[in-house]
C-alpha cells in the first residue's frame, strides 16, 4: 500500500470517527460544549451562536458581554447554514479544520527538524516514529475528539499554530509569520511564539536567501507579523464599526473579568484575590507566563522547534483559559521528539497523573456543580493535579533534549547517572 493511500485511509477513518459522533449521538455536541474543560469564556461555541445571532440582526455582538471572540469569526461562520436546522455543514468544517491539522504535523514530521536541526543532529535522530503515526496520535487523542466534538473556536488557533510551523520547516517565512498572526488575532497568547518561531524560520530558509543577515531577517519576521496583525485588526474594524472589540476579546483575556472555571490556576486565584491586589497579581501572572520565551529560546538556541513545543506545553497550563485543546496540541507535537523518550525519567508518573486527572475531573466538577456535596476546593485540586501532570512531562521532555544535547558534546559521560552535587 502506498503512503498516499495509506494517508487517505487513516484521515477516512477519523473523519468517519467524528462524523459518526456528530450523527449518531445527537445530544453529544451540546453535552461536551457545555464543559468546561473543552469550552471557555473565550472560545465557547455557545457564546459564539449568541455572538452571529446579533450579527445578523444588525446588533454589536459585544453589547451583551457575553462574545469575547475575535469578530472575523462573525461573517466566517455566517456564511454557514443555521446550525439549529442544517447542522451538518458546521460538522464537516470543524472535521476539515482537524484534517488540516493533522496534515501540518505530517509535514512537520517529514521535515526531519526534530531529529537534525541546522545547529544540532541528535545520534538518536534514526529512532524517530513515522509521520502518519504522529499524525494518528494527534486524530484519534481522545482531547482531540472531544474538542472537535465540542466545537470550541480553539481548533481554528489549533490549526493556524501548526500552519505556521509547518510553513517555517517549508522556508517558507511569509505564510508561517501571518499563521502566527492569524492565531495570535484568535487568541492573542500566539504571539509568544514569535522568537522561537522566527529562528526556525530563519534557520530552514530557502539557500537563495542565506545572504540575509539574521538582524535583518528577524526584522522582516517582526514586520510581517506586525503588517498582518493590523490588517486583521483593521478588517474587524470595518465589520464591526467600532474598536470596542479589543477589550471585548484581548482586554477580557488580560484583565480576566470572566472567572468562569475551567482547567487551568488562574480563575480560583483570582476569585480569593482582594480588588486592591488584583492589578498587580495580573501583572506576576502575566509577566510568569511571558518570562519562559526568552530564557527558553536563548538556551535552546540550536532546537527551535523543541522551544515552540515546550512553549505550547508551558501555555497549556499557565494560559488565562486553558482547555484541554491546548494538551492536545502539546501531545500532538511532542512525539515529533520521539528519539529522546528514553532518556526521560517520569514518563509513568506524568501520564498516570494526567490520566487520574482526566477521568476525576468531571466527577469532581459534577459532585461541586450538580450533587451539591462539593465545593470549588474539590475541582480546583483536580485542576492542580492536572497542572502537575502536565509541568511534570514538559520538564521531564526538557530534561530529555538537553541531556542529548550533553552527551553529544561529552560523549564520554553517554548512558551515565546523572547527580545534583
Not at 5 to 23: E, I, S, Y
Request: with cysteine; glycine share 6%; charged share 15%.
Amino acid at each position: 500500500m502506498s503512503v498516499d493511500r495509506r494517508k487517505a485511509a487513516l484521515f477516512g477513518a477519523a473523519a468517519a470517527v467524528r462524523l459518526m459522533l456528530f450523527t449518531l449521538f445527537l445530544g453529544l455536541p451540546d453535552v461536551l460544549t457545555g464543559r468546561v474543560e473543552i469550552s471557555t469564556p473565550v472560545t465557547s461555541f455557545k457564546r459564539l451562536q449568541e455572538g452571529l445571532f446579533l450579527y445578523t440582526h444588525n446588533v454589536s455582538p459585544y453589547d451583551g458581554g457575553v462574545y469575547h471572540q475575535a469578530p472575523l469569526l462573525l461573517p466566517l461562520f455566517s456564511l454557514l447554514p443555521d446550525f439549529s436546522t442544517y447542522p451538518l455543514l458546521t460538522y464537516l468544517f470543524y472535521i476539515t479544520i482537524d484534517l488540516l491539522g493533522a496534515n501540518a504535523l505530517m509535514r512537520i514530521a517529514e521535515s526531519g527538524e526534530a531529529g537534525s536541526s541546522r545547529l544540532f543532529t541528535s545520534p538518536r535522530k534514526d529512532k524517530r516514529w513515522n509521520s502518519l503515526h504522529i499524525a494518528a496520535l494527534f486524530l484519534f487523542n481522545p482531547f482531540t475528539i472531544a474538542t472537535c466534538i465540542g466545537r470550541p473556536t480553539s481548533v481554528l488557533t489549533t490549526c493556524a499554530i501548526l500552519q505556521a510551523i509547518s510553513r517555517a520547516v517549508s522556508g517558507f517565512s511569509s505564510t508561517s509569520m501571518f499563521a502566527l498572526a492569524f492565531a495570535s488575532y484568535l487568541s492573542m497568547y500566539p504571539i509568544l511564539l514569535l522568537p522561537p518561531l522566527a529562528l526556525l524560520c530563519y534557520d530552514r530558509r530557502p539557500s537563495s536567501k542565506t545572504t540575509k543577515s539574521p538582524i535583518a531577517f528577524i526584522l522582516s519576521t517582526i514586520s510581517a507579523v506586525a503588517g498582518s496583525i493590523y490588517a486583521l485588526l483593521y478588517m474587524s474594524f470595518q465589520i464591526t464599526g467600532s474598536w470596542e472589540f479589543l477589550s471585548s476579546t484581548y482586554g477580557v483575556q488580560l484583565l480576566l473579568p470572566d472567572l468562569t472555571p475551567n482547567v487551568g490556576l488562574w480563575w480560583y486565584f483570582f476569585i480569593e484575590m482582594f480588588d486592591s491586589f488584583r492589578a498587580f497579581f495580573l501583572g506576576v501572572f502575566w509577566l510568569h507566563l511571558s518570562s519562559y520565551v526568552g530564557g527558553l529560546t536563548i538556551r535552546i538556541r540550536r532546537q527551535p522547534l523543541f522551544v515552540i513545543i515546550t512553549l505550547l506545553g508551558i501555555f497549556a497550563i499557565f494560559k488565562p483559559y486553558p482547555a484541554i485543546s491546548d494538551a492536545s496540541l502539546y501531545l500532538a507535537l511532542l512525539p515529533l521528539y520521539h528519539h529522546v523518550f528514553p532518556l526521560m525519567r517520569y514518563t509513568f508518573l506524568a501520564s498516570s497523573t494526567i490520566l487520574y486527572a482526566t477521568l476525576l475531573g468531571p466527577a469532581f466538577y459534577y459532585l461541586w456543580i450538580y450533587a451539591g456535596s462539593g465545593n470549588a476546593n474539590f475541582f480546583y485540586a483536580i485542576t492542580l493535579v492536572w497542572s502537575l501532570g502536565l509541568s511534570v512531562l514538559v520538564a521531564d521532555s526538557l530534561y530529555a533534549v538537553l541531556r542529548d544535547e550533553w552527551e553529544v558534546e561529552r560523549p564520554e559521560m553517554k548512558g551515565k547517572e546523572v547527580r545534583q552535587i
